[in-house]
Structure formats: structure tokens, C-alpha cells
């Protein structure tokens, strides 16, 4: 489904990403975790080409786009099939909910208006804001906005969503209502890609956790194996810096 | 010297006729302005080659002198460019057929370019990035992105700004009476030279150009509220 091969980004000198390989089966929820810095953000936008891979090959389906000669065209087609929901939302600020949702349908995918309204409006409702169709995201909680955003990717019908740390800029009492609908997501068998430190929806939701550190991925595997036995030194001591109850021994 | 009231009131109703050509002048000279202000800030923002660098020249240079010289330059220096070419041509086109109020129209909408460009240039940084990214991130193409999401929120961050510069030129367009055009001001001039009431003239002139002003901030005002329904934030 999503095949990253040998990607490698530079910012500078500062090299973010050394040689990454991960492929991601259709319907897998694959959970990245790993410290600040690490390149975890970079690496999720590189699949979608927000940022430019130095080297390496992106592959979505059928498409493999060779990193060292993207066509503009490649790198349009890599993005109509990935969605992205932003860490800090990013809804259009000067659009409703319903306006958000329903652009890309009609700007980029030309759906008819009113088909791209019923399939807004559904989503919407999906993620619990039916009531919220005209707000600006000005009127809405970070909660609701992060929902809205969430919507907008879902209504594109993406082979592939990729989140960035979808409730890390939320207040505490607000994560659950979000993590609730990703969850939701999850089960209907949509492909993702998580980048979260909520090690309780990784453990529960992922197939598969993938920890990076310093611009490699140094381990993944499955979530259970991972949290209770991890191989690697460096995911462990990560692992127990994270998880409150670890520290409860010292 | 004493004043004569009645005089005000009756350069006044005279000078109504001359409103039509300040509002042309400015209205076609800020449209125009701003058209070539959104490309030349576009060429700078996006550090095009050549056009760039070119830009960030002119905007320099034409800020630098006064609007006065602008129009003199194009009134004097334009038409010898197209004679020049017309004869090199053979044409027989001569730049005497040209009214004076075209001069004034392509001098104004140079001096407007080079302040709308600053304009639209701030408005659009305004915008933040993450704007842009999402629109990509749905699969917009740039000039999809910058026409649906980036311009409509630059264009409303930046009404204080273009009201401003509006009413700059508004004022400006006085000077077009140094090529026989006969705007508010030159009709101000004209009314008053029967009976040397300059002075009752140029007050009717000031009462007009103030109310088109307070007229020009209230339609900003409103536009601004519409627009901005969007933006409950900001300090105010
Ligand atoms: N636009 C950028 N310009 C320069 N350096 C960047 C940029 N974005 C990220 N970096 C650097 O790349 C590294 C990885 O960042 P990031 O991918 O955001 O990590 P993470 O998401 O895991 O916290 C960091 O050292 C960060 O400072
Ligand atoms: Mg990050």
C-alpha cells in the first residue's frame, strides 16, 4: 500500500531522515512514536510531499515516485491519495465546517455541490459536529476543530490518512473525544499513519508500532511486544520515560 | 478679505461636476494599481528570477519619488516614446490624440502599483503556512491554493491597508489638474477665477473630499465586518 524506500532529507547539513524504510499494508494502523526531534513529523510529510525527500522512493499503490525527479504531477497524484490532519489543526480559517469539509471535494476531486454537501454533512455528523455545520473554526473548541479537521480527511475517501500528533496541542479533558473517533476510524479498516504519545491508543488501536529515534527507526513491531519487551536499549529507556507507571519503582 | 458663505455653496453645487472624473481617476488607478501591485508582490514573494529582483527595484524607486514626478515623467517622457515608435513603424498614430486624462490614469496606476504591492505583499504574509500546507494536503495545485485559501485571507487582513492607500490616492489624484485634467480641484481653480473666491472654492473642495473620504472608511468599515465575520480574535 505505502512503500517508503531509503528516504533520506537533509535540512541543511542537519540530515533529519537516514535511509528510512517502512512499507504499510492496506487497512494497517501503524503507530509512530519516538522523542522530540526525531523526525517523525518530517518523515509523515514526506509521504505526502509537504516536504522534498533528497533521495528515496515514495510509493502509494501503484505510483512510485523516485524522490531525486518528482514530476509536479506525481507529487499532485501522491497527495489525492493521502489525507493529512495537522497537529495544530489548520483548518481555512475563513470557511465553516461544512466549508472545510466540502473544498476539496469540489475544488480538487469536482464533485458536484450538492453531492459533496451530503457527503460533507455525513461526516460531519460521523464525527459528532451535525450541529456545528456553520461554525467558523474560530466558534469551535480545539476539540471540535480537530474533529472538523479529521472530517475534511475523511470525506476525501484517501487511500491513506496520515495524523501528526492529532491531540498533543489539546487540553487533557478534550484528547478523548478526538482519540474516540480516530479509534472509530480505525475499525472501518481505513489505512493510517499515527505519529502520538498516547501510548494507551497505540497499545489498543495500532497493528503496529514503529519507534524512531534520531532519523532511523530503530524498532517495530507489534504494540504488545513492543511495550513489554522491547529489543532495543534506546526504545526501552524512551518507553519508561513515557509511561508514568514505569517511574512509580524508582 | 471677507468671506462670502453664499460663494461656498455655490462652488460647491459646481464642483459636483467635476466628482465623477476624481472618482474614475482613483477607482481605475487603484483597480489597475492593484492588479499589477498582486503580480509584482507574487514575482517578489516567490523570488521569481529576474522578475523578482526587477520588482523589488521598482517598488524601491517608485516610492522613493513623488507621485508629482511620476506624472510628469509619463506626460512628458510617453509621448515621445510613442511618436518614436510609431514613426519607426510608420504608423501614423500621433500621441497629440491622446486625452490628458490617460496620462494621469497610467502615471496614478504606476504610483498605486508600488504601494498596493507592499499592501497585498503584507497581506499575504499574514497568512500562515499552515493554510497553505492543508490545501495541499487536500491536493490543491498552488494557484488553487493561493486563489481559494490565500488570497481571501490576505484580502481581508488587508482592508485597513488598501482603505488607506484608496484614500491616498483619492487625494493624489489632485495632482492630475498639472495636465489640464479638471478634477475637483481644477474646477475649484476654474469656479473661483470669475471672482478671485479661491479661498470659499477650496473650502467646498475640502468639504467634498472629506465626505468622499468618511465615505470611503465607512464602506471599508462595513466590508471589513462582513468580511471578517470569520475573525473573532485579534486584540480588539
Ligand atoms: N523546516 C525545517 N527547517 C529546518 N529544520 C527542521 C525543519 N523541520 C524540522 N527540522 C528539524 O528536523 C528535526 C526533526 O524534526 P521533526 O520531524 O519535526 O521531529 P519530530 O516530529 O519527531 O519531533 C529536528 O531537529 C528539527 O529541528
Ligand atoms: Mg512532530
Known amino acids: ?250 | 478679505m471677507k468671506l462670502d458663505p453664499a460663494f461656498i455653496w455655490t462652488a460647491f453645487v459646481k464642483l459636483l461636476s467635476a466628482v465623477p472624473t476624481t472618482l474614475f481617476i482613483t477607482v481605475v488607478s487603484v483597480a489597475a494599481g492593484f492588479l499589477l501591485g498582486t503580480a509584482i508582490a507574487l514575482f517578489r514573494i516567490y523570488k521569481v528570477p529576474v522578475l523578482g529582483p526587477l520588482s523589488a527595484g521598482y517598488v524601491t524607486f517608485i516610492r522613493g519619488t513623488p507621485m508629482l514626478v511620476h506624472l510628469l515623467l509619463i506626460y512628458y517622457g510617453l509621448p515621445a516614446v510613442i511618436d518614436g515608435v510609431s514613426a519607426a513603424f510608420g504608423w501614423s498614430f500621433r500621441s497629440v490624440s491622446i486625452p490628458y486624462v490617460v496620462f494621469a490614469l497610467i502615471a496614478f496606476t504606476i504610483t498605486a502599483s508600488a504601494y498596493l504591492s507592499e499592501v497585498v505583499r503584507s497581506g499575504l504574509l499574514s497568512v500562515s503556512s499552515g493554510q497553505l500546507e492543508a490545501a495541499y494536503s487536500v491536493g490543491m495545485t498552488t494557484p488553487q491554493a493561493i486563489r481559494r485559501i490565500v488570497f481571501p485571507q490576505a484580502f481581508a487582513a488587508s482592508i485597513p491597508n488598501l482603505s488607506n492607500s484608496f484614500i491616498g490616492m483619492l487625494h493624489g489624484s489632485t495632482l492630475a489638474f498639472t495636465v489640464s485634467v479638471v478634477e475637483i480641484n481644477a474646477k475649484a481653480q476654474i469656479v473661483a477665477s470669475t471672482n478671485w473666491k479661491y479661498f470659499e472654492a477650496y473650502i467646498a473642495a475640502a468639504v467634498i473630499f472629506w465626505g468622499l473620504t468618511v465615505l470611503i472608511e465607512r464602506l471599508a468599515g462595513v466590508l471589513e465586518r462582513k468580511i471578517n465575520i470569520y475573525n473573532r480574535g485579534g486584540v480588539a
Open chain 1, 1 to 250: 500500500m505505502i512503500r517508503l524506500r531509503r528516504i533520506t532529507k537533509f535540512f541543511g547539513r542537519n540530515q533529519v531522515l537516514k535511509d528510512i524504510d517502512l512499507t504499510v499494508e492496506k487497512g494497517e494502523v501503524v503507530v509512530i512514536l519516538g522523542p522530540s526531534g526525531s523526525g517523525k513529523t518530517t518523515l509523515l510529510r514526506c509521504i505526502n510531499y509537504l516536504e522534498k525527500p533528497n533521495a528515496g522512493e515514495v510509493a502509494i499503490g501503484e505510483l512510485a515516485v523516485d524522490c531525486k525527479r518528482p514530476s509536479k504531477k506525481d507529487i499532485q497524484a501522491l497527495r489525492r491519495k493521502t489525507a493529512m490532519v495537522f497537529q495544530h489543526y489548520n483548518l481555512f480559517k475563513h470557511k465553516t465546517a461544512l466549508e472545510n469539509v466540502m473544498e476539496g471535494l469540489v475544488v480538487v476531486r469536482k464533485l458536484a455541490k450538492e453531492e459533496a454537501r451530503e457527503r460533507s454533512v455525513r461526516v460531519l455528523e460521523k464525527v459528532g459536529l451535525g450541529d456545528k455545520l456553520d461554525a467558523y473554526p474560530s466558534q469551535l473548541s480545539g476539540g471540535q476543530q480537530q474533529r472538523v479537521g479529521i472530517a475534511r480527511a475523511l470525506a476525501l475517501e484517501p487511500e491513506a490518512i496520515l495524523f501528526d500528533e492529532p491531540t498533543s496541542a489539546l487540553d487533557p479533558e478534550r484528547v478523548g473525544e478526538v482519540l474516540e473517533v480516530i479509534r472509530n476510524i480505525a475499525k472501518e479498516g481505513i489505512t493510517m499513519i499515527v505519529v502520538t504519545h498516547e501510548m494507551g491508543f497505540a497499545r489498543d488501536v495500532a497493528n503496529r508500532v514503529v519507534f524512531m529515534d534520531g532519523g532511523v527507526i530503530v524498532e517495530e513491531g507489534d504494540p504488545k511486544i513492543i511495550f513489554s519487551r522491547p529489543k532495543e536499549e534506546r526504545t526501552r529507556q524512551f518507553l519508561k520515560r513515557i509511561t508514568p507507571e514505569a517511574n512509580y519503582s524508582i
